[in-house]
């Protein structure tokens, strides 16, 4: 069998109460980073007696293989990430396709989600929600991907480096508007965790490296937000959305109209 397992995005005292049971009974443990893993163990009391296995996005591909043979020999195999759940923006959903497509038992150990945490701290609306990950590198699809994203009426979560936060901002002002309220949530669950609420222009201003204080209180100049960084974007307001397709429609029908009256004067 195969089980993911969800681990803290903070705290090893979050861990679920099944995780530390599966790490002790593990035939084979794949982790996005066998260092973390081991420290995890230690922190949860646990005997490692699993073999341990590097299973991160450049070797996933190749090392699917190699599980999916394991777990065909009988081998129950737990896949971890370094936080939080596998497969989500982690490594993990080749694996379980493969897997899957071999008739091999899939389950999961539920665990915290950084996603999820985000969301529900955040103070948005919550009934409709899009996660979209890490957002593309390149400016052209940025730009694009926000474009789309700047009329959707859900909630929309994304992960951030601390590095492009405040680009990411300036870039979602700019599509999302001025106005748009959003949420940043920085090393939930940690010792250090922040949640800084806003519009996208105010938390653009927060976030950027040159003011003359960043959020830690140190001089603008050696950087800017630090740590894990979700980002939580309310979604364009329904009435909004309602109004536009409404005018869009009407201006449809305006066309069609105006269409319809010039094929009428230049006759057959």
Same mark, same amino acid.
């Given at each position: 069998?195969? &089980? /993911?397992? %969800?681990? @803290? ?6 861990? @679920? ?9 593990? =035939? +084979?443990?794949?982790?996005?980073? $066998?260092?973390?893993?081991?420290? /995890? ?18 070797? #996933? ?5 190699? /599980?999916?043979? *394991? ?7 737990? /896949? +971890? ?28 150990? !539920? %665990? @915290?989600?950084?996603?999820? $945490? ?8 919550? =009934? ?7 957002? !593309?590198?390149?400016?052209? #699809? ?5 474009? *789309? ?5 859900? &909630? ?5 480096? @601390? ?19 959003? +949420?940043?949530?920085? *090393? ?10 806003? $519009?996208?222009? #105010?938390?653009? *201003?927060?976030? =950027? !490296?040159?003011?003359?204080?960043? !959020?830690? %209180?140190?001089? %603008? ?8 960084? &979700? ?5 364009? =307001? ?31």
């Amino acid at each position: 069998m195969l &089980t /993911l397992a %969800g681990v @803290p995005i903070g705290r090893p005292e979050d861990a @679920p109460a099944r995780l530390a049971a599966e790490l002790a009974s593990a =035939d +084979v443990i794949a982790a996005e980073d $066998t260092r973390r893993v081991r420290r /995890l163990a230690t922190a949860l009391d646990v005997r490692l007696t699993a073999r341990l296995v590097s299973y991160y996005d450049e070797v #996933e591909a190749r090392r699917a293989a190699e /599980l999916v043979n *394991e777990l065909r020999a009988g081998r129950n195999v737990l /896949l +971890v990430t370094d936080a939080g759940m596998p497969a989500i923006s982690d490594p993990g959903y080749r694996l379980v396709a493969a897997a899957a497509a071999a008739g091999i038992r899939v389950t999961a150990v !539920p %665990g @915290p989600s950084a996603v999820v $945490t985000a969301l529900a701290v955040s103070g948005l609306p919550t =009934d409709r929600f899009c996660f979209e990950g890490f957002p !593309p590198r390149k400016p052209g #699809e940025r730009e694009r991907r926000f474009a *789309e994203l700047a009329a959707d009426t859900r &909630t929309q979560v994304f992960f951030e480096s @601390p590095r492009r936060l405040a680009a990411t901002l300036q870039e979602l002002r700019r599509s999302h508007g001025d106005d748009r309220a959003a +949420v940043v949530c920085r *090393e939930l669950t940690k010792v250090h965790e922040e949640i800084r609420r806003g $519009t996208l222009a #105010e938390l653009a *201003e927060w976030a =950027d !490296p040159a003011n003359p204080v960043h !959020p830690a %209180g140190a001089p %603008g100049a050696s950087g800017g937000v630090r740590g894990e960084i &979700t980002l939580v974007v309310a979604g364009l =307001d329904r009435a909004v959305a309602r109004a536009a397709a409404r005018d869009a429609a009407r201006e449809a029908r305006r066309a069609a109209r105006w269409d319809a009256r010039a094929v009428d004067r230049s006759g057959p």
